[in-house]
């Protein structure tokens, strides 16, 4: 089996940093890109891409945190973080991660962690 735990989480106050990360384990072969969502509560608020990173190292961001969050990871120790700077009120949600792995002797699939929840107030 292949888990995925989220770390790092909390209250913090607007303009604050947070570092969030994402630890997978397991029977993992491979892993390919890992993935930050997030998902504010309340009715009609949906999940959103908020960082992704491939293996390789490339990424992407959602508009609303480009400038602001910076996505990283560690091949060797199958771990990937998310550095939060200048955090608002509005950033406050569960933040989940995903990372594509194959499992030894499986194939490929999308495993999520369980998220943390990160709350910005003064």
């Known amino acids: 089996q292949v888990h995925v735990v989220e770390s790092g989480g909390g209250l913090v106050q607007p303009g604050k940093s947070l570092r969030l990360s994402c630890a997978a384990s397991?029977?993992?072969?491979?892993?390919?890109?890992m993935e930050w969502y997030r998902q504010a509560p309340g009715p009609g608020n949906l999940r959103e891409l908020v960082a992704g990173i491939t293996r390789g190292g490339s990424t992407n961001y959602g508009a609303s945190v480009k400038g602001r969050f910076t996505i990283s990871r560690d091949n060797a120790k199958n771990t990937m973080m998310l550095q939060m700077n200048s955090l608002q009120p509005e950033d406050a949600a569960v933040y989940c991660c995903?990372?594509?792995?194959?499992?030894?002797?499986?194939?490929?699939?999308?495993?999520w962690g369980q998220g943390a929840q990160v709350t910005v107030s003064s």
């Open positions: 397991g029977s993992i072969e491979a892993m390919s890109a």
């Open positions: 995903r990372a594509e792995a194959k499992e030894v002797r499986k194939t490929w699939g999308d495993y």
